[in-house]
């Protein structure tokens, strides 16, 4: 008899985790190493947020809390609903977690079967697809366009729907692509759903904040009101208030599936931390003004890496909308050779020899399930990621 699960047999550590336990191995050996593989930004959380943290402790808000959230942060979650995306949602609808990774988790584990087939967008976040297959279900990969910076079309979307699909699971703008879907761009896709009722949509909105050069974001059930007794709107603090480590996440949709994933965190880890429930109050509720100036330092260090990338012979990098991640192509370096002597034949031998030999370290495009590409997060000082990309592009010119 095995003792590991068969479940876990399929499923596969994150990557992403991976490469920045290397990047910290390689540091405390001496190596002087830039990381651009770790997805959260490098701003402090904001001191009011602290603060409310702070003041929680005092008055003893460190009990227990009903399962899935205090009712003050989930009408806070439901007025941010309201005033940001014209949601109408009530208390009874909004679920809060540890981040928003075991929000989706929950959904998952709540609603899959054996067989049901979640459709999923390449590239994608790392975790979907194991969350998708610890949950018993089938991840069925819908393939993102590189002429529109990596985003699927309505074509794809309905070619791959399924009596078998259970979910759609939707992230704009794009971890790792940074792609952020136009109202257009988002009704298109809509409009396919609202042909197959029995789709339901889990969209994953946690970069909402981070869109550049006026970009409209936009969520599925703001713009197709039809879906939106058949759609989860997934959510949280971590990238929008620099409260990664403060682990809360939300989402809002029908109560039934509310109450399903209320079972299971019941069943599990009970509440998210009580002082970070009260620290994520004054998130939504105080003050927006960190959101405005990370958003400006993240444009323009977008703005930096896609100028010093596009400058490297083999490397094509879209620009994109959102987020604070680029996905260049290196289809121009395959097939060539190293300064080094590495032979570059996938994107992880690229990642691999840009590590060992010019002391970067990005996530390679497998991961993400579409290739040949990298993954940079450019959450990262400008002194920082102006000299990994000399170092990228020292690298690439020295590919024979
Ligand atoms: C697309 C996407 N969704 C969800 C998460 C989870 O964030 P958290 O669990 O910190 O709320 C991340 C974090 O990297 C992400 O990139």
């Not at 949601?87 to 990774?101: D, I, N, R, T």
């Not at 704009?172 to 298109?188: C, F, K, Q, V």
């Not at 409209?216 to 989860?232: C, I, K, N, S």
């Not at 080094?340 to 010019?358: M, P």
Request: glycine residues 8%; hydrophobic residues 40%; negative net charge.
């Amino acid at each position: 008899m095995a003792f590991l699960s068969d479940t876990l047999a399929r499923v596969k550590p994150s990557p992403t985790v991976a490469m920045t336990g290397k990047v910290g191995e390689l540091k405390a050996q001496g190596r002087d190493v830039i990381g651009l593989s770790a997805g959260e930004p490098d701003f402090d959380t904001p001191d009011n947020i602290k603060a409310a943290a702070k003041a929680a402790i005092d008055a003893g808000k460190t009990k227990y809390t009903a399962v899935d959230g205090i009712a003050e942060l989930k009408q806070a979650i439901c007025d941010k609903f309201a005033r940001e995306n014209g949601l109408s949602y009530e208390p009874a609808q909004v679920s809060v977690s540890s981040g928003g990774k075991q929000v989706l988790f929950n959904a998952l584990m709540a609603t899959l079967n054996p067989g049901d087939e979640v459709l999923i967008p390449t590239p994608y976040w790392v975790s979907y697809p194991d969350m998708v297959l610890i949950g018993g279900g089938t991840p069925v990969f819908v393939e993102g366009d590189p002429a529109t910076g990596y985003k699927i079309s309505p074509e794809a979307l309905e070619a791959a729907i399924t009596p078998k699909t259970k979910w759609f699971l939707f992230n704009s703008p794009s971890n790792p692509s940074g792609a952020a879907y136009s109202r257009d761009e988002l009704t298109a896709l809509t409009d396919v759903l609202m042909r197959h009722p029995h789709v339901w949509v889990m969209t994953d909105d946690m970069y909402e904040h981070l869109v550049f050069d006026g970009f409209e974001f936009t969520t599925p059930a703001q713009v197709e009101p039809g879906l939106y007794d058949r759609t989860l709107t997934v959510n949280g603090v971590s990238k929008a208030y620099a409260m990664t480590g403060w682990r809360i996440g939300y989402a809002a949709g029908p109560k039934e599936l509310i109450a399903a994933m209320r079972k299971v965190q019941s069943q599990s880890t009970s509440n998210p931390c009580t002082i970070s429930q009260w620290a994520a109050v004054e998130a939504l509720n105080g003050p927006q003004d960190y959101v405005t100036t990370s958003r400006e330092a993240f444009k323009r260090r977008r703005d930096l890496v896609v100028a010093g990338l596009n400058a490297c012979p083999g490397i094509t990098c879209p620009t994109p909308e959102g987020a604070f991640y680029v996905y260049p192509s290196i289809a121009g370096c395959i097939g060539k050779t190293s300064a080094g002597g590495r032979k570059i034949e996938t994107d992880e031998d690229f990642a691999t020899a840009l590590l060992e030999e010019n002391d970067v370290a990005v996530v390679f495009g497998a991961a993400f399930g579409l290739s040949p590409n990298f993954r940079i997060s450019y959450a990262t000082s400008d002194a920082a990621l102006n000299e990994a990309c000399a170092r990228i592009k020292a690298f690439c010119e020295g590919l024979s």
